[in-house]
């Protein structure tokens, strides 16, 4: 079999695996009926493996938008939204094979490898927890990454169905500080009270055109907009950002009407 044929071969598999699994049934999902206690449920132990064969093709698409598969998740670190899946897709095959198992410290995430490990922080109250990121999603706009209903459990997102998070990867095997689940039920929860989102519409080199941004949308929204410069390799980009925003269904309804009024690249940022 030619290298051609091959990956079109796995391209079809993943479409169909990102199919069944979060990235595209149209049933109700949510918790199971009878709640489980979740205290017994421990963290992913990360530990070194190979890439599933499934699931981790250089570039993929779904729903019309393209997504490219990270060559390693050393060193990854982001802020943003996480979401939460349940019933609708327990005991369903995800996009790296495995099984899904609402009731298993597990993750979904659009380019991580699979499989990988990743410590969750909840920014609005401090739980933290580490998943095994084994699937790919959340393809809903916004979103960084879909975690087991267990895990959405332990951090305290299910009742609200989102929350602000920090997603940090884990190196099985690289020393690094991690805190044990027993010793994270052991310290009170603080929030961190970093948590801000913004609905970025866009980064421009020049603030000229920034401003220019800035004026039009004035004209059409009353919310608060701001120029957030920041320095980077490639020199200064002028974020226009609007917001701190109330809740993230604002953040979306906000977003879906930027796209009327042409603002094709808006996204929710957490600071």
Known sequence: MTCS?????????????LLISCGGVSEKDGAPGKVPDISQIP???????PRSKYGNPTQYEVFGKRYYTLTSADGYREKGIA???????H?????????????????AHKTL???SYVEVTNLE?????IVKV?????????????LSYSAATKLGIVSKGTGLVEVRAITPGKAQKTVTSVERDAQPVKSSGSAAMFLQVGAFSTLNRAEQVKLRLQQDIPDSISIMPMDGAQGTLYRVRVGPLASVADGDHLAARLVGLGFRDSHIVVD
């Not at 939460?84 to 897709?89: A, D, E, P, S, V």
């Not at 109250?125 to 927890?129: A, F, K, L, T």
């Open 5 to 17: 044929v091959f990956w079109r071969r796995a391209a079809l598999a993943l479409t169909y695996l």
């Open 43 to 49: 963290d992913a132990v990360p530990k070194a493996e």
């Open 83 to 89: 979401s939460w899946y349940g019933t609708k897709f």
């Open 91 to 107: 005991g369903r095959r995800t996009s790296s094979g495995e099984i899904y198992d609402m009731y298993e410290m597990t993750a």
């Open 113 to 115: 490898p699979l499989p």
């Open 125 to 129: 109250n401090g739980r933290n927890v």
């Open 134 to 146: 084994n699937d790919r999603g959340p393809f809903h706009d916004n979103r960084l990454i879909d």
